[in-house]
C-alpha cells in the first residue's frame, strides 16, 4: 500500500504529508482547489511526467511516496535485480529543480528516472484520462488473462516446451550448417583430417621437443663435463673414495676413541650417502646424453615438421591438436551427417508436437477464460452508465509455425462505446469519466489479478450521480478490500465509504490538505450534497449515506485526529 506522500513547494502545495490508510481513500474539494496537484505530485514521485512544477520562489520541490508492498511483490524482485538493499518500506522521491531539471531517488539511493517509473509502475496503477500504462498496456493483457482463468501454470508449460523447441531448432541448424560446410570442401577437409591425425600432435610437444634438440646438440661437452666431475666424485683420488677411507680409519680406533668422534662419523656417513646419490645422478645422466647418434636428427624432423604444419593451418603449435580434432569432427559429419541430422529432425518433430499440443490446449483454455471475463466486465458496465459500450478480448490466432514462447495467439482487450462501432483499443475511450469508470469494471472483475501497492482512480464518478454514484462507490468499496484504492471524487455516495477522507481547499493562493474526523467528513458529505449552504436535510442525508456504507465495510473506520 502507498503509507504516506510528502509534498514541499509544488504549485500551491508549501508542505503537505498525507498518511494513507488500507482500503478506500477519498480526496474532496471544490474544484480549483488543488486536488489535480497533489495526483500530479503522486505521479512526479513514481517517475511519470506529469504536470507539476516549482512553486514560485522555491528553488525546489520534492514529491516522496512511501510505499510498504508485500514480501513478495514483484517490485521487490525488481530491486533485487538492481542490487539494492531490501527494506520493509520502499521510498520514491523525485525533486524538481526550478529550471525543470529533476533527479530521482529508490530508498535515498540516486537512480535513472526510467528505473523509477518501472519500479512506479508495479506500485502504483492510475486510471484516467491521462492512463498510458496498467489496463491500456496491450502487453499485460495476456497475463491479465492467464491469471483471471488460472492458467498461469499452463501458461509456464508452454513456455517451457517452446524453450526446448527452439533449442532443438538450433541444434538441427548447427548441425546442417556443419554439414553444409563440410560438404563444400569435403576433399579438403578429409585431407586435412588424414594428415593432422596421422601427425598425431600433442599438447606441449613443442616446448618438450625444442629442450630434447638443445639438450642433444650440447651434449657431447656436457657428457665431458659430467665425467669430469664423476672422476672428482669416485676416482681413486675421488671424495667418496676419500670418505670411504676415513669411515675406514675412524671404525679402526678403540671403543673410547670411537665414542669421542661419534659426531665426526656420523656426519662422514651422510656426506658419503649423498656423494653416493650425486654419483648415481651423474651416471643417469652420462647415460642419457650417450644417446643415439640420430636422436638428435629426428629430434629436428619432428620440430620442424611440427612447426611447419602450424604455419601451414596458420596457427601455433600448441594449437594444432584442437586443429585436428575440429577437422576430424568435421569429416564425421560427411559420414554420419545424414544420420545425426536425422536424429535432430526427429527431436525437432516430437518438440513441435509436444508445444502445439499444450499449446493448442491453452488456447482452449484462454477461450473459455475470455468468454468468462467478458460476462464478468459486461455485468459491472450498466451500472456505472456504460451499457451502451461492449467489451471483448480479441484472440489473433498464429499459425502453428509462427507459435511464441506465450502460445499460438496475440490477446488484446479491446471496446467498443457506440452501439454498432466497431472494435478497438481501450483507450480509444475520449472521456475520462467513462475512461475511469471503465477502468473500475474491468479492475474488479480482474480483482485478484493485477495487484499493485495502490490504484488512482481520477473522475470516476465524473458526470454521474445518484444510482450510478451508488455503484461507482459500492465498486470501488469493494475493490478496496483487496487493493488500496485512493481518488478523487465529487460524489457524496462514494466519499461516504471511505476508509480515510481528505479535504483540500484553497486559501491565499496555497493549497491546504485535511485528513477529516468523522464530524468533519459528516460536514464534507453535506456540503457535496447541498453546496455551500449545509442544511439540516444534508447533514441528514450525508448521516444515512456514511450508516449505510457502513454496512458494507469489512469493518468500521478508526476515529482520525484532523492533520495539516
Not at 101 to 123: C, H, M, Q, T
Not at 339 to 361: E, G, H
Not at 448 to 461: G, I, L, N, T
Not at 485 to 497: D, F, G, I, K
Amino acid at each position: 500500500m502507498l503509507a504516506t506522500l510528502t509534498i514541499r513547494d509544488i504549485v500551491l502545495i508549501e508542505q503537505a504529508a498525507l498518511e494513507f490508510a488500507p482500503g478506500l481513500n477519498v480526496l474532496t474539494g471544490e474544484t480549483g482547489a488543488g486536488k489535480s496537484i497533489l495526483l500530479d505530485s503522486l505521479g512526479l514521485a513514481v517517475g511519470g511526467r506529469g504536470r507539476a512544477s516549482v512553486r514560485a520562489g522555491a528553488q525546489q520541490g520534492s514529491a516522496t511516496a512511501v510505499f510498504e508492498p508485500q514480501k513478495n511483490h514483484a517490485a521487490r524482485a525488481l530491486l533485487a535485480g538492481q542490487e539494492m538493499a531490501a527494506t520493509d518500506e520502499i521510498v520514491l522521491r523525485r525533486t524538481l529543480a526550478a529550471d525543470g531539471r529533476s533527479r530521482a531517488f529508490i530508498n535515498d539511493e540516486a537512480v535513472g528516472v526510467g528505473l523509477l517509473k518501472d519500479l512506479g509502475g508495479l506500485l502504483l496503477e492510475v486510471h484516467g484520462q491521462q492512463d498510458d500504462r496498467g489496463l491500456f498496456d496491450t502487453a499485460t493483457h495476456r497475463l491479465l488473462l492467464d491469471g483471471f482463468g488460472g492458467l498461469n501454470g499452463d501458461a509456464q508449460t508452454v513456455a517451457a516446451l517452446y524453450a526446448e523447441l527452439a533449442g532443438a531448432r538450433a541444434a538441427l541448424e548447427e548441425l546442417k550448417a556443419l554439414a553444409e560446410r563440410a560438404q563444400a570442401e569435403a576433399d579438403y577437409v578429409r585431407a586435412a583430417a588424414i594428415e593432422l591425425s596421422d601427425f598425431d600432435p600433442q599438447p606441449g610437444e613443442e616446448a618438450k621437443l625444442a629442450g630434447e634438440r638443445a639438450l642433444m646438440q650440447n651434449a657431447s661437452r656436457i657428457a665431458e663435463d659430467v665425467s669430469s666431475a664423476l672422476e672428482s666424485l669416485s676416482g681413486e683420488r675421488g671424495a667418496e673414495t676419500g670418505l670411504a677411507q676415513a669411515l675406514k680409519k675412524l671404525s679402526r680406533m678403540n671403543e673410547e676413541a670411537r665414542k669421542i668422534a661419534a659426531p665426526a662419523e656420523v656426519a662422514l656417513e651422510q656426506a658419503y650417502a649423498l656423494a653416493e646419490e650425486a654419483r648415481r645422478e651423474l651416471d643417469s645422466l652420462l647415460s642419457r646424453l650417450d644417446t643415439d647418434t640420430n636422436a638428435l636428427e629426428k629430434a629436428e624432423e619432428r620440430l620442424f615438421a611440427l612447426r611447419a604444419l602450424a604455419r601451414k593451418y596458420g596457427v601455433l603449435p600448441d594449437a594444432l591438436p584442437g586443429v585436428r580434432d575440429d577437422f576430424v569432427a568435421r569429416q564425421e559429419a560427411l559420414v554420419s551427417g545424414g544420420s545425426q541430422i536425422m536424429k535432430a529432425q526427429a527431436k525437432v518433430a516430437a518438440a513441435r508436437d509436444a508445444y502445439l499440443t499444450a499449446a493448442r490446449k491453452l488456447s482452449k483454455a484462454r477461450e473459455g477464460a475470455a468468454k468468462k471475463l467478458e460476462a464478468a466486465v459486461a455485468g459491472e458496465l450498466t451500472p456505472l452508465k456504460l451499457g451502451h459500450a461492449k467489451f471483448r478480448v480479441a484472440m489473433d490466432r498464429l499459425d502453428d509455425d509462427q507459435g511464441v514462447a506465450a502460445g499460438l495467439e496475440k490477446i488484446a482487450f479491446e471496446i467498443a462505446t457506440v452501439e454498432g462501432a466497431a472494435f478497438g483499443g481501450l483507450a480509444k475511450i475520449a472521456s475520462g469519466g467513462e475512461l475511469a469508470r471503465f477502468s473500475l469494471a474491468l479492475k474488479v472483475a480482474l480483482a485478484q489479478v493485477s495487484s499493485p501497492a495502490a490504484m488512482v482512480f481520477d473522475e470516476v464518478d465524473r458526470g454521474v450521480g445518484g444510482a450510478v454514484a451508488d455503484a461507482v462507490g459500492e465498486r470501488l468499496q469493494r475493490l478496496a478490500e483487496t487493493t488500496q484504492v485512493l481518488l478523487v471524487t465529487h460524489s457524496p455516495q462514494v466519499a461516504a465509504r471511505a476508509a480515510r477522507h481528505f479535504r483540500i481547499s484553497r486559501a491565499k493562493d496555497k493549497t491546504k490538505i485535511e485528513l477529516l474526523t468523522d464530524e468533519e467528513r459528516l460536514e464534507e458529505i453535506a456540503r457535496m450534497l447541498s453546496g455551500a449552504n449545509v442544511t439540516e436535510e444534508a447533514r441528514a442525508a450525508a448521516r444515512r449515506l456514511m450508516a449505510e456504507a457502513l454496512v458494507s465495510k469489512v469493518g468500521a473506520p478508526k476515529k482520525t485526529r484532523k492533520r495539516a
